[in-house]
């Protein structure tokens, strides 16, 4: 019993094993990254101005461009609503706090700060890729692109910020709030009532 199996399962897959240590590696590299948010956008930014650059200087691409700017607005969309929509849930109650006596209740994102970059530097590292193909270079009239893109943004948001405003929901962390300690009263005359 004690050698069946032992030796030939690795002896005949050895690409496998290769495979499934390189992917082991690979998400435990995303796990150090975790806490070091400012230096993963900073990377991230680096790839953004590369891509840029490349789209301006060979003047085209547009249409990748554009493809990537849906895909980052429905990034953003996902950052900025909450885990469980109020709007679906109106007959079990608010789950979010809507009055200042209701229970404190975090706001939970949709899609969290880490997702949402790894998938923002996924998808510029792709369309990077992509740049390098001509078969994806269709020639438009890139000012169309980017004005339909526009429209598009300024109605999501406003839609986006009415969901926010009916709810009474920031998705953003404000900062933690800070107590300032009793402050001494100025009547009176002393700690003993003098």
Known sequence: MEGVGGD????????PEWGHDACRMYQYCLDKTTPHMTYRWIGTLVIV???CLLVYYVQGFYIISYGLGIYLLNLLIGFLSPLVDPELKVSEGSLLPTKGSDEFKPFIRRLPEFKLWYAMTKAFRIAFVMAFFSVFDVPVFWPIL?????????????RQ????????????NIGKQKYGGKKPSTSGGGPRGD
């Open 146 to 158: 980017l004005c339909y893109w526009i429209v598009l943004f300024v109605l999501t948001m406003r």
């Open 161 to 172: 910020i009415a969901h926010m405003i009916t709810y009474k929901y920031i998705p953003f």
């Open 8 to 15: 030939g399962a690795s002896v005949a897959s050895p690409v």
């Open 49 to 51: 101005v590369i891509y």
